[in-house]
C-alpha cells in the first residue's frame, strides 16, 4: 500500500489538483520542483549581493506558488518544468537588474593618505537615462513657460460654461 496517496499521479495532475486548492497536491509539487529552485538560487547566489541563498529559494517557491495557485498558468501549459525554469532564471535575472538599476557598481576603491576610502564609481545606466530625461523634461517646460505656449495656461482660461 502507498504511504503517498499522490505517487501514482503525474505532474500535470498534481499542479492540477494542487491549482484548485489541495495543500497536499501543492506540497509534492514543491518536492518535485525544489531541485529546480536550489541550483537556480546556487547559480545566483554570488551575482546579487542584497541577496542571500535563503532569500533566492524563497523566491523560487514564490514563483511557483504563482504560477500555479494565483496565476493557474501551469495548467495551459503542457512542458511545465521547461517554462518553469525560464520563469526562474527570468526572475532572478530581473532582480540583478532591478537591484543594479538603483545602485552603483564600485569599480575599485583605495584607501588614501588621511584614511578615507575613496571609490571610483559606476553610475548604473538606469539613473543616467532617468536624470537625462528629468533634466530635459525640466527645460522643455521651463522654455514653454517662457514662450507662454505653456497649455496649462490655455487650459486654465477656457470655461466651457460662459454664456
Known amino acids: 500500500m502507498n504511504t503517498n496517496k499522490f505517487e501514482d ?22 518536492t518535485l520542483f525544489k531541485p529546480i529552485i536550489l541550483n537556480a538560487a546556487r547559480m545566483y547566489r554570488k ?25 493557474h498558468k501551469a495548467e495551459k501549459i503542457d512542458g511545465f518544468r521547461a517554462y518553469f525554469k525560464a520563469a526562474l532564471t527570468y526572475r532572478y535575472i530581473n532582480l540583478f537588474r532591478h537591484y543594479y538599476s538603483f545602485n552603483p557598481v564600485i569599480l575599485r576603491q583605495k584607501s588614501s593618505y588621511c584614511g578615507y576610502n575613496i571609490a571610483s564609481v559606476a ?20 522654455a514653454e513657460k517662457q514662450a507662454g505656449n505653456c497649455l496649462c495656461d490655455k487650459i486654465s482660461d477656457y470655461s466651457p460654461y460662459t454664456a
Open 9 to 30: 499521479h503525474c505532474t500535470q495532475e498534481l499542479i492540477r489538483l494542487a491549482g484548485s486548492g489541495d495543500k497536499a497536491a501543492f506540497e509534492r509539487v514543491t
Open 47 to 71: 551575482r546579487l549581493p542584497g541577496y542571500d541563498i535563503d532569500d533566492l529559494i524563497q523566491e523560487g517557491y514564490v514563483l511557483l506558488w504563482e504560477l500555479v495557485v494565483v496565476k
Open 123 to 142: 553610475e548604473s545606466e538606469y539613473i543616467k537615462r532617468y536624470r537625462a530625461k528629468k533634466r530635459e523634461y525640466y527645460h522643455r517646460k521651463k
